[in-house]
């Protein structure tokens, strides 16, 4: 699905274009709707969402950049040798800080944490490097919907450029889209929403994803046989 085709769903939804706020145009209001479907689409820890990447360390600075569409950890490992590095707390990582407690040989990191600063992550990292490296983490991280900018700021966002939900996740998306567009005009929005989640088409899309198991019923006895 491309914004084109995004846009062409609101529209349908409440046949024409959708209702303004002062100063708001049209085509900002339809985007807006887009967000916020696809905000509430990626709520969940969908596995499509995921992604990899490595993550470098800079000498005597404790922090380190994340991607620019970081939301969650899923797993973060050392590359130096493959083992997980331990997700701890800001309070546990302040007290590391404060009590001066070592600096990192080459790679080896123990434990991370991240925080928000202005509105951006960090990861913070102890010990503290000693050097400049690159590729030190392996960064397994589910990434947030890559916000459409102002359409009438002069943003690169064409009608043609292609949405993130993949194939298997667009009807839900679409769903979503209706329902937003027409729970933002008549104010039922909450109840638009609780019929799709209690549905058939997002318990299809979970299984697809993977993220939630088909139920095969009472599982019967090996009768004698080994399990595998």
Known sequence: MNLGDAKSHVRHAIGGYPSVAPGQTVNQRTIEVINHAGRHLYARPWRFREATTTLNTNADLRTVGMPRRYE???SLTRT??????????????????????????SGYINRATVAWVAGNPQLLVWPTPTTTETSVLRL??????????????GDAWGDTRRLDPPPYAEQVFIAYLRAFAVGYEDEGLNERIAVIEAGPLLQTTLMKDGIQSRDVGRLKPQRGRTFR
Do not use: C, H
């Open 72 to 74: 969650e950890v899923v």
């Open 80 to 105: 130096v040798d493959g083992e997980s590095v331990e997700l701890t707390t800001a309070e546990d990582m302040d007290r590391l800080f404060d009590g001066n407690s070592g600096t990192s040989i």
């Open 140 to 153: 397994r991280y589910r990434q947030s919907w890559d916000t459409i900018s102002d359409p009438d700021g």
